[in-house]
């Protein structure tokens, strides 16, 4: 059967309403009035609204929608949506379709169930979803979905979108205003671009249901580890599987039909792992397009009979899956601020811009951790697969050496390029980079851009570019102080290079961050080491921090407060769900089946001790008592682990002790009885086992 040319130019975009669509349906006014409004971020014309939305109505009727929903992104970290059809009434029974501009611009879900961190209570319902002009409509699932912030009744701030529009804003503004002190005059807008690379793993859909673990917590809560892992480094880039690629082939599609920039994809260093990478895009977009591309993974993958696994560490003895952020910054004029050029050492507006990212960083580590803090992504960091739960910069051999000899006040000598030559006359030469990567760093200078690896691959990504925002544009707004009232620009540049490296070198770190010598040293040089989301997240409320969201518009000190018991709170309820599939698995499915290995086992020594009195059963005894000392310990663990959760409502009361509580108490428990279970699974026969083991999972697609 011939296959289908996919024109993939006409397909992309075509289930946005994006500018061509925008221009195609619009009047030359409106259409004008909403480009400055997406691009300069002036304020909508009200009387427009109404023309926008019919536009919007026709042109999703086109497609045979019927339904419109306000797409927001709550506290939960995923989306969240209400539909509505366009179906209106009139006389004789009949109905028209209408879409109103008061309908684009404004919904009102119940914002009572939505997590607000004591913010609303219970019995206040009413919330507000009003319209992001800045992120295009698009279709999914026949239904037109319209980008929107959301609120309660009395302002607060209720999403993850609205804090990442207004750091947006406050970065534009410091760094406008720190590239026309530098002589940047045309400058006049700096956007923020990120490109989240997703890390995930496909496994058989069928296979993933016959687990509670997976089907309540998303990941493996038992599991022996198969003889077999990455070990032999096989699956990294190897080729993909046919049942992957054509997962991954109609995944592209549904991607480029929402204007969603896919563009790599590969496998991932354990079994049953990929990633796929966009290009870069503005900041607020990328981020509306992240939480498309996991939902669209979840959706393409029940097509294919696969279940997609976007937990940090679905599976233990291998692997986790992360989110790297990379993030620039570029202005209207085509510059990207952190393009060192072929001479960095001269190149004074990348270098002050380089400086203001180390101060940043150095002054808020705790943001950063805080940003990407879970109870999944615990699992990930420091475990020797992502970066250490320390934040530090690797910036390369060059600029380090670079930015030391301004602080020492010398003259950098560069370091001369070599062509990096193959030994085979018909392979090409070419030039060497002045510096290795570094994969084990947090955050890493990779030539344009600062690569955050720290982010799990299930959280949105606009909490940690919230934060990104908001901190360079603190430090940039500083330097924008002193620049505006220079006399001699060039000196006060130098001078605040030399200055900022002199202060917060201590974040710059080139070596091995997953070696026990960095911890300590990272200790000796007073950079946090914040384990676990319970240790990390009450730094949020640190005058320090408050301070800074306050001073920039970001949060109020009680929407931050807020924010600091959503997440110890969702912590709580991660493992508290995670201990209670255990107990079930263990109770209802591990337990039954050890004994029924071990009748049958004893029956069977029963039987030839029957027939052959003198019959050497010592195989079978030896079984059995192995067997027997270990399900008692399985026992008692699972006994042990449902006393700490009949306790744990004790701790109810404080969300920080609670926490404290489920980390200390609960995940050890959890942790001695998979202990157990797992060395059980080795020793009880593969037919009695309850569930789909590792090697069924990570091997059979």
């Not at 730094?539 to 320090?544: I, Q, R």
């Not at 301070?547 to 000190?557: D, M, V």
Request: glycine share 6%; charged share 25%; with cysteine.
């Amino acid at each position: 059967m011939e296959e289908k040319t996919i024109n993939v130019p006409e397909l992309f975009g075509s289930m946005v309403f994006n500018d061509a669509a925008m221009k195609a349906k619009l009047p030359k006014d409106v259409y004008k009035n909403l480009k400055h409004t997406i691009e300069e971020g002036q304020s909508l014309d009200p009387t427009v609204a109404d023309v926008v939305a019919n536009a919007m109505m026709d042109w999703a009727l086109e497609k045979g929608v019927t339904h419109f929903t306000h797409w927001f992104q709550p506290m939960t970290g995923i989306t969240a949506e209400k539909h509505d059809s366009f179906i209106n009434p009139v006389g004789g029974g009949g109905v028209i379709m209408e879409f109103s501009g008061k309908e684009l611009i404004k919904g009102e879900p119940d914002a009572s169930s939505f997590p607000s961190g004591g913010l609303r209570a219970t019995f206040e319902a009413r919330g507000y979803t009003a319209w992001d002009p800045t992120s295009y409509a698009f279709i999914k699932d026949n239904t037109l979905c319209i980008p929107t912030v959301f609120c309660s009744y009395s302002g607060e701030i209720l999403d993850k979108k609205t804090p990442l529009l207004r750091s947006v804003e406050v970065l534009n503004k410091e760094a406008v205003r720190f590239m026309n002190a530098l002589g940047y005059h045309d400058v006049n807008q700096v956007s923020p671009t990120v490109g989240p690379e997703q890390e995930y793993f496909l496994v058989d859909r069928a296979l993933s249901y016959q687990r509670k673990d997976l089907l309540f917590a998303g990941r493996t809560l038992f599991g022996a580890k198969p003889p077999k892992g990455q070990e032999l480094e096989d699956h990294y880039f190897g080729a993909i599987k046919p049942r992957v690629a054509a997962f991954m082939a109609e995944l592209n599609q549904e991607l480029w039909k929402l204007g969603i920039l896919a563009k790599t994809e590969h496998n991932e260093a354990a079994p049953a792992q990929h990633e796929l990478a966009p290009i870069f895009g503005t900041v607020n977009l990328s981020t509306d397009h992240n939480q498309l591309t996991m939902e669209m993974m979840k959706t393409v993958a029940r097509k294919h009979g696969l279940s997609c696994l976007l937990h940090e560490k679905p599976f233990a003895g291998v692997n986790g899956s992360g989110k790297h952020n990379n993030w620039s910054l570029s202005t209207n004029t085509g510059i990207n601020m952190l393009k060192p050029g072929k001479a960095p050492a001269d190149n004074l507006l990348f270098l002050l811009t380089l400086v203001a990212v180390v101060a940043a960083v150095d002054d808020y580590q705790d943001l950063l951790r805080i940003s990407v803090a879970n109870a999944g992504n615990d699992h990930r960091l420091g475990a020797n697969e992502a970066p250490p739960a320390i934040i530090s910069i690797f910036l390369g051999d060059e600029l380090t050496d670079i930015l030391e000899a301004y602080e020492n006040g010398e003259v950098y000598t560069p370091v001369k390029a070599t062509a990096m030559e193959m030994g085979v006359s018909v392979l090409p030469s070419f030039m060497k980079d002045t510096t290795d990567r570094n994969r084990t760093s947090p955050l890493a200078f990779t030539g344009n851009k600062f690569e955050f690896r720290m982010l799990g691959s299930s959280s949105s990504i606009a909490e940690t570019n919230t934060v990104m925002n908001t901190i360079v544009a603190d430090a940039l707004g500083k330097m924008a102080d002193r620049l505006e009232k220079a006399e001699d620009l060039e000196k006060e540049i130098k001078l605040l290079i030399q200055e900022t490296v002199k202060e917060h070198k201590r974040i710059i770190f080139n070596g091995n961050n997953y070696s026990e010598e960095w911890v300590e040293e990272a200790a000796q040089r007073g950079l946090l080491n914040l384990r676990t989301t319970a240790d990390a997240v009450p730094y949020l409320v640190e005058n320090k921090n408050i301070a800074l969201f306050t001073r920039h518009g970001i949060y109020s000190e009680e929407e931050v407060r807020s924010r600091c018991e959503i997440q110890l709170e969702n912590y709580s309820k991660v493992l508290h769900i995670e201990a209670l599939t255990m107990l079930d698995m263990a109770k209802r499915e591990i337990i039954p089946a050890v004994n029924h290995y071990l009748k049958d086992l004893s029956q069977t020594a029963a039987s030839v001790k029957a027939v052959l009195p003198t019959a050497d059963c010592s195989m079978e005894e030896s079984l059995i008592a192995e067997i027997s000392q270990r399900a008692a310990a399985l026992y008692q663990k699972t006994v042990a682990l449902d006393k700490l959760m009949n306790e744990s409502k004790k701790h109810e009361e404080n969300v920080q002790d609670c926490a404290i509580y489920y980390k200390e108490q609960v995940f050890t428990a959890m942790e001695e009885l998979r202990v157990v279970a797992d060395e059980l699974e080795t020793l009880v026969g593969q037919e009695y086992w309850p569930f789909p083991t590792y090697s069924d999972l990570l091997f059979k697609i």
